[in-house]
């Protein structure tokens, strides 16, 4: 299978294993990937995971999740190193955004971000979390997600705090 091919369909080696071969790093321009969404437009996909290293103490966490497919739906986590958890159900973050204020007291958090699809057609799921202080974005994280009936997906964002 060529190279050419090969980022048309996917390699069925691949979808036999329920993965979806595409480059990590790639802008969103079509409108089927969130281009009509003005906080989600022209952004890198981030993949499934990342860090953020030295975010400013008194910084905000703002979380928004936009499906694409009405039979999807998400829930969030974020969990910090001494414990503590909070839960988000769908209808917080999603249009979103959710805005909890981070605080260096707690060093390090992990957001989680869980994606579960329904219903018969495929569709995408757009992830946008930012750590916005004083007004600026000091972070972003964008990912998206696609999936069919019963296909759970999970994304993450580390957060260290200065």
Same mark, same amino acid.
């Given at each position: 299978?060529? $190279?050419?091919?090969?980022?048309? %369909?996917?390699?069925?080696?691949?979808? $036999?294993?329920?993965?979806?071969?595409?480059?990590?790093?790639?802008? #969103?321009?079509? $409108?089927?990937?969130?281009?009509?969404?003005?906080?989600?437009?022209?952004?890198?996909?981030?993949g499934p995971a990342k860090i953020w290293m030295n975010v400013p103490d008194g *910084? #905000?966490? %703002?979380? *928004?999740?936009?499906?694409?497919?009405?039979?999807?739906?998400?829930?969030a986590r974020l969990s910090t190193i001494g414990g503590k958890v909070e839960v988000w159900p769908h209808q917080d973050i999603s249009p979103g955004p959710k805005i909890r204020p981070l605080a260096s007291t707690e060093e390090k958090y992990v957001l989680s971000i869980v994606v579960a699809f329904d219903g018969d057609d495929p569709g995408k799921v757009g992830i946008l979390a930012r750590a916005v202080h004083q007004g600026a974005? #000091?972070?972003?994280y964008f990912h998206v997600v696609g999936g069919a009936r019963g296909d759970i997906k999970l994304s993450r964002v580390l957060i260290d705090m200065q």
């Amino acid at each position: 299978m060529n $190279e050419e091919t090969r980022n048309k %369909e996917g390699d069925p080696r691949d979808q $036999e294993l329920g993965r979806i071969w595409a480059p990590q790093a790639r802008a #969103v321009t079509e $409108e089927t990937d969130f281009a009509d969404t003005p906080a989600m437009a022209n952004l890198q996909d981030d993949g499934p995971a990342k860090i953020w290293m030295n975010v400013p103490d008194g *910084s #905000v966490l %703002e979380l *928004s999740v936009a499906p694409k497919n009405p039979f999807a739906a998400a829930v969030a986590r974020l969990s910090t190193i001494g414990g503590k958890v909070e839960v988000w159900p769908h209808q917080d973050i999603s249009p979103g955004p959710k805005i909890r204020p981070l605080a260096s007291t707690e060093e390090k958090y992990v957001l989680s971000i869980v994606v579960a699809f329904d219903g018969d057609d495929p569709g995408k799921v757009g992830i946008l979390a930012r750590a916005v202080h004083q007004g600026a974005t #000091v972070n972003t994280y964008f990912h998206v997600v696609g999936g069919a009936r019963g296909d759970i997906k999970l994304s993450r964002v580390l957060i260290d705090m200065q």
